[in-house]
């Protein structure tokens, strides 16, 4: 457990807070960490509660993932930058042999 600062901004904000996270935080908690500043005040609630993603470079991450996890695979240094933007609800596949239009 060790506390971790990054600079968080929630996409559609234009203001990027100082967050702490901690090593053991999921990124789903870490994207909450960050959304609490801006969902509500400057950026509207979503209508679902579908969540959040973290991203890094542009990049989503795996939500699931700890951020100890992402500190040694990307080896992220204090107040790396990370935005947070609502997660985008997941499409029904499609059945076999079913036509796109």
Same mark, same amino acid.
């Given at each position: 457990m060790a506390?971790?600062?990054?600079? &968080?901004?929630? @996409? &559609?904000?234009?203001?990027?807070? $100082? @967050?702490? +996270? ?8 870490? #994207?909450?960490?960050? #959304? +609490?500043?801006?969902?509500?005040? /400057?950026?509207?609630?979503? #209508?679902?509660? #579908? &969540?959040?993603? @973290? %991203? $890094?470079?542009?990049?989503? %991450? ?7 996890q +992402?500190?040694?695979?990307h080896q992220?240094? !204090? $107040? ?11 499409? !029904? ?6 036509? /796109?239009v």
């Open positions: 506390a971790f600062p990054i600079t &968080g901004r929630f @996409v &559609g904000d234009f203001v990027p807070h $100082l @967050v702490a +996270v901690d090593s053991e935080d999921t990124l789903d908690e870490v #994207a909450a960490k960050v #959304a +609490v500043h801006s969902i509500g005040r /400057r950026v509207a609630r979503p #209508a679902d509660e #579908a &969540g959040y993603d @973290v %991203l $890094l470079d542009g990049r989503v %991450l795996d939500p699931t993932a700890t951020f100890g +992402v500190i040694a695979e992220i240094l !204090p $107040l790396q930058w990370f935005d947070v933007r609502i997660r985008e609800p997941k499409l !029904p596949a499609a059945e076999p042999g079913a036509v /796109r």
